[in-house]
């Protein structure tokens, strides 16, 4: 995978991200909630992310490390809010983990549920890694929900309330 070809410094439209938060910032926690992108187009879906995060810590984040895997496009920053975040790809950062680092601590742990996951599985494993202080890590939630049920019982919303 390239670097983007795409101008870094054009400010993409922000589109409202699917993310479950857990209710605080534990420093015990592997993870504080989980993210939900609709595509593997980073210039799409990091904007509204950034945005939401940056609201619910109540600081402006400085960097993402995401693991390269599964993005259609590696930028090496992204204009949101006039401001501009860098974009860090680790190969060692795990791939369903997302991590978003802010001046001070704590940064926040996400867990990336792959946007063509089954909605019933992504809502399941977006509530296990929102929960109080959840101490799994990021890969082996989504390992937990794969085997798990495909299809919600009849007239059940698997999505629930969105943020």
Request: charged letters at 20%.
């Amino acid at each position: 995978m390239a670097s983007s070809s795409r101008p870094w410094d054009a400010e993409p439209p922000v589109v409202g991200a699917r993310v479950r938060r857990g209710p605080a910032f534990s420093r015990r926690a592997l993870v504080h909630g989980a993210w939900w992108p609709r595509s593997n187009d980073p210039l799409i879906e990091l904007p509204g992310l950034i945005v939401d995060v940056d609201e619910w810590r109540g600081d402006s984040s400085e960097c993402l490390m995401l693991a390269p895997q599964g993005w259609e496009d590696r930028l090496g920053r992204i204009r949101v809010r006039g401001r501009m975040v860098r974009v860090g790809w680790y190969t060692t950062q795990p791939t369903a983990l997302l991590t978003v680092a802010f001046p001070e601590p704590p940064n926040v742990h996400l867990l990336i549920v792959p946007f063509d996951t089954d909605p019933v599985r992504a809502e399941a494993a977006m509530v296990m890694a929102a929960s109080p202080e959840c101490v799994v890590p990021a890969q082996e939630l989504l390992a937990r929900v794969a085997h798990g049920p495909a299809a919600p019982p009849p007239g059940v919303d698997p999505l629930g309330p969105e943020s």
